[in-house]
């Protein structure tokens, strides 16, 4: 999984991004050693599914290099602690503290969150699953304003999707999963698209944002029964 890792920040790296994107971040980079101990921990395949995010949130993977890595569930409920850099051209109003990252993100907290509740150890999580986003890069526009991967300009979009969807199949032929589940749409899309000719089951289940209304309204109880909808009991 390291090799897969590595061969994505290296077809990443030569990308340039226009404006109205000021920034780009990459915690494959400055966040590299978290997400080894991550790999080291977790990816040891095969699991029986991997579930598959958009992009990193400012206060989630950009801090800790972790998919939904909100500060508290990955120093206290994943076990991981390391040292965080920070990126090249920091957005002042985007500032990368690692670990002692004062603000939560809601999203990560209500993924690990509902995992740790249903499986109460991460061994017993990661046993079945795996999380990954599908492009590791976070988006910023002068302003600070993040920009999602799907509103960038479409010669932009190309080798980034062509990248991604490249880190995207070979992760899912390492870890030999009957299903990938797109954290919401876009991820669903993309994974439809990276993983053709595959005989793997590809499902949706809400995204845990607040800008979700659907997650607004009990999101753990909705994406349990999505999951179930799709063939995966928890």
Request: hydrophobic residues 40%.
């Given at each position: 999984?390291?090799?897969?890792?590595?061969?994505?920040?290296?077809?990443?790296?030569?990308?340039?991004?226009?404006?109205?994107?000021?920034?780009?971040?990459?915690?494959?980079?400055?966040?590299?050693?978290?997400?080894?101990?991550?790999?080291?921990?977790?990816?040891?395949?095969?699991?029986?599914?991997?579930?598959?995010?958009?992009?990193?949130?400012?206060?989630?993977?950009?801090?800790?290099?972790?998919?939904?890595?909100?500060?508290?569930?990955?120093?206290?409920?994943?076990?991981?602690?390391?040292?965080?850099?920070?990126?090249?051209?920091?957005?002042?109003?985007?500032?990368?503290?690692?670990?002692?990252?004062?603000?939560?993100?809601?999203?990560?907290?209500?993924?690990?969150?509902?995992?740790?509740?249903?499986?109460?150890?991460?061994?017993?999580?990661?046993?079945?699953?795996f999380?990954?986003?599908?492009c590791?890069?976070?988006?910023?526009?002068?302003?600070?304003?993040?920009?999602?991967?799907?509103?960038?300009?479409?010669?932009?979009?190309?080798?980034l999707?062509?990248?991604?969807?490249?880190?995207?199949?070979?992760?899912?032929?390492?870890?030999?999963?009957?299903?990938?589940?797109?954290?919401?749409?876009?991820?669903?899309r993309?994974?439809?698209?990276?993983?053709?000719?595959?005989?793997?089951?590809?499902?949706?289940?809400?995204?845990?944002?607040?800008?979700?209304?659907a997650?607004?309204?009990?999101?753990?109880?909705?994406?349990?029964q999505?999951?179930?909808?799709?063939?995966?009991?928890?």
């Open positions: 999984m390291q090799t897969i890792t590595r061969q994505l920040v290296e077809a990443l790296s030569p990308l340039k991004f226009r404006p109205p994107v000021t920034h780009v971040y990459n915690p494959l980079t400055y966040a590299a050693d978290a997400y080894d101990q991550y790999l080291s921990f977790y990816a040891q395949g095969p699991k029986e599914a991997v579930f598959v995010g958009m992009n990193p949130g400012p206060w989630g993977m950009a801090q800790t290099g972790i998919p939904f890595g909100e500060v508290g569930a990955v120093r206290d409920w994943l076990g991981i602690t390391a040292e965080i850099g920070t990126p090249e051209n920091m957005h002042p109003k985007r500032p990368v503290d690692g670990f002692a990252c004062a603000k939560s993100e809601v999203s990560g907290r209500r993924f690990w969150g509902w995992a740790r509740k249903v499986f109460d150890a991460p061994e017993s999580f990661f046993k079945r699953f999380v990954a986003n599908y590791p890069l976070i988006f910023f526009e002068a302003s600070g304003r993040n920009k999602t991967p799907d509103k960038l300009k479409v010669k932009e979009r190309g080798p999707v062509a990248a991604c969807n490249a880190a995207l199949r070979e992760t899912v032929l390492r870890l030999s999963p009957e299903y990938v589940i797109g954290i919401g749409e876009y991820a669903r993309q994974a439809q698209q990276a993983l053709e000719g595959l005989d793997i089951t590809i499902g949706r289940i809400a995204h845990p944002s607040p800008a979700n209304p997650a607004n309204k009990g999101w753990e109880t909705l994406i349990t999505q999951l179930s909808d799709i063939g995966i009991p928890v």
